[in-house]
C-alpha cells in the first residue's frame, strides 16, 4: 500500500465513519473531501451542484483532490464523494496518489444503510424500501466497473450477517487498521 489512503464506494458506504475510526487509530490525519471542498469554494458540493451544475462541480472536486495531494503531509485518510470515482480518469489519479480502498457493499445493504442514514442526500429524496434499492441497484450498476478498479476491495459486512449493526463500521475501521499496519507499517 502506498500513502495516502483514499476510501471511496457508495454514499452510505461509511468511508467518512470509517475514515475517521482508522485515522484515529492509526494516528494519522482524515479528510473527508465533500468538507474540504466546501471550505475551499465556500460551498457544499450540493450547493455548487445547484449553482454550477454537475459538470462544473466535477471538474472543482477534482482540482480539490490534486491541490490537497501536494500539501506536505503523507498520513492521510480521505474519504471521496461516492461519484467522485466514477468521472473521467479519476480513478486513474487516485492509483497514482496512493491507496485506492473500495468499501463494497450489497445493493440491499446499501439501501439498509442508507434508510437510517440522518444525513442529507438530495438524490434520494422521496425514495424508501424497495425504490431506495432499486434506485441503489440502478446507480451502482454504472459505478461498479469504477470502484472495482481500486487497489483493495473490501467486501462488507465483515461477518457475512443479514441484519447490520453499529460494530459493523467499528469491525471494518480494526480490519483495514491491521491490515495497513501489516503492509505500510
Known sequence: MELPIYLIGYMGAGKTT?????????????????????????????????????????????????????????????????????????????????????????????AQRLETDSTDRPLLQGKSGKDLQEFVAWQMSGREPFYAQADLVIDAPLSRKEQLSAEDDEELAQYLYERIRKELL
Open 18 to 110: 470509517i475514515g475517521r475510526l482508522l485515522a484515529e487509530r492509526l494516528g494519522w490525519h482524515f479528510v473527508d473531501l465533500d468538507e474540504a471542498f466546501a471550505e475551499i469554494n465556500g460551498l457544499t458540493p450540493a450547493q455548487y451542484i445547484r449553482q454550477y451544475g454537475v459538470e462544473a462541480f466535477r471538474k472543482r472536486e477534482k482540482d480539490c483532490v490534486e491541490e490537497l495531494s501536494e500539501l506536505p503531509i503523507q498520513k492521510v485518510i480521505y474519504a471521496t464523494g461516492g461519484g467522485y470515482p466514477c468521472w473521467e480518469d479519476n480513478m486513474e489519479c487516485l492509483k497514482e496518489l496512493g491507496t485506492s480502498v473500495y468499501l463494497r457493499w450489497s445493493d440491499r445493504h446499501l
